[in-house]
């Protein structure tokens, strides 16, 4: 209903990317737990990375809508591709918002994937309640002195770069944090070992630890003490990407279920002729129709400038539910075969369970339209 040639233009190139070079190969990516890097530099040069980047730093300049539609489509194809993209789109969001003109000259080789980068803010002690974090960054010359340690960090074992949020006053609070681009490779700094995942297994996940690491004026992204701010201010379009990427989760299980029902003969029928199957696959169409379009116009509401934060918690914890509760009914049209590793549906089960975890788990999403709703009334 929102959208414009462009957008069709760019969705269908996505989804053109998703059938031929994502989704033949995802099967083996998550049996291996490879990070996809041949396939990565294919979606660097066809501007799959920084959509709303302006053109003036180098990217295509989208909106938040065209963004969503790609994540959806390269979901479809793999979610772990997916978030790489959903990745790259916050950091990059950060750079044009708070950037030096040095800092955002990191943007090339960002985008193109020559520089992998790392969105570091949970710590053992600090996940939904990001208070908490003990990491530091101490003030020391014209520099400063980082110790701590993240975990769960998507690309750690890989990155070059990490946008760490640090405290770098202790008394203050929410207004104590500071973000700093922190060189992955320099001394001080250790890799943790490679997380073995539920589900989205391509996708690199690891800690990280910094020991007296040195970091040079140049690395205070923004201001100081406008860290924790500056995190959430990206939230809205982050918890847009994950609810995109949950509907595409929730697409291709209602595909490969709609091809498997219509193929699979039981009683000496298709299983798709027997109503209780009809009504498995009507209630994904529906589900992820339903979400599809909280997630668009959640998306529309950013682009107009719009107070969007209700409209993204609602859409990241719709459609993150909605993808686990109707991948579980697409394993359930494939009977035992949706159990077997190695079936697309298996895959997706299990992919879709961290889209209510990460990007604020749904408990928080809830908060967050309650307190909405609360504060502003039912009708806001
Ligand atoms: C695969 C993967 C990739 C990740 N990638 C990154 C990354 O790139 N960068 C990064 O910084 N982090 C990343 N994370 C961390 C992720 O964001 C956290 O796991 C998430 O924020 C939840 O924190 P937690 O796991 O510590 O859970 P906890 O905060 O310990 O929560 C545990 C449970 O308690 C509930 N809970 C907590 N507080 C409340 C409350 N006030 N009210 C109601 N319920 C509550 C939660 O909803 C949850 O169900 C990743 C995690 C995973 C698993």
New binding site residues.
Partial sequence: MYLTETHVQVRDMARDFADQVIRPVAEGLDRDETFPAGLYDEMAKLGLFGIGVPEALGGPGFDTLTYALVMEELSRGYASVADQCGLLELISTLLVRHGTARQQALLGDILAMKTKV?????EAEA???VSGIRTTAVADGAGWVLNGG?I???NAPVADLGFVLARTDKEAGNRGMSIFIVDLHAAGVTRGPKEH?MG?RA?Q?GGLDFKDVRLGPDALLGAAGRGFHMMMSVLDKGRVGIASLAVGIGQAGLEAAVEYAGQRRQFGKAISEFQGVQWLLADMAKDIEAARLLVQSAAVKIDRGEDATKACSMAKCFAGDMAVARTADAVQVFGGSGYIRGFEVERLYRDAK?TQ?????N??QR?IIARELLKKGARA
């Avoid at 975890?357 to 788990?361: K, P, Q, V």
């Fill in positions: 790392a969105y570091c803010i949970t996940g939904t309640d993240k769960w960090i998507h995942k989205q996708s996940v961290i975890i990460y990007e604020g788990t408990q928080i908060m």
